[in-house]
């Protein structure tokens, strides 16, 4: 004999609040998710402070208070930080074609000839005084 029974099933869902706002989050892929990269507050649309021009599936997202502390003190020095390190890495790599350039034989300018060969006598100088 078969008996019919019935079960009364509790579903338990899930909802996501703005930590700021208190607005509700829809729950969605992980590349809609938006956390504060400092903090770690979930944001919602409206309390993003900024967001960084990314590609992936992860945003870089900061929240607005975490964004104006930087504003106030650290994105102006950051900013010029990275200036100079993309000098530098310009610097290095031109340096870099010259030396290659003059290993190959490739006609350069006297100046670049002259100082490409005082770098590899330093080069080869340090190396010496490391050894001993």
């Not at 402070?49 to 106030?72: A, I, M, P, S």
């Not at 290095?92 to 006609?107: Q, S, T, V, Y």
């Amino acid at each position: 004999m078969i008996k019919e029974e019935k079960i009364m099933k509790e579903e338990v869902k899930y909802h996501k609040f703005c930590d700021i706002c208190d607005t509700e989050i829809q729950i969605g892929l992980a590349c809609c998710k938006a956390k504060c990269t400092i903090c770690g507050r979930d944001l919602c649309e409206e309390c993003i402070g900024h967001e960084d021009d990314t590609w992936g599936d992860y945003r870089t997202v900061y929240c607005k208070d975490c964004w104006k502390l930087g504003e106030e003190e650290y994105r102006e020095r950051i900013n010029n930080l990275e200036n100079e390190v993309s000098d530098l890495y310009n610097e290095w790599h031109a340096r870099a074609r010259r030396n290659a350039e003059f290993k190959l034989g490739l006609p350069i300018s006297r100046a670049d000839a002259l100082n490409i060969s005082r770098e590899i006598l330093e080069n080869a100088e340090n190396e010496r005084n490391e050894i001993k």
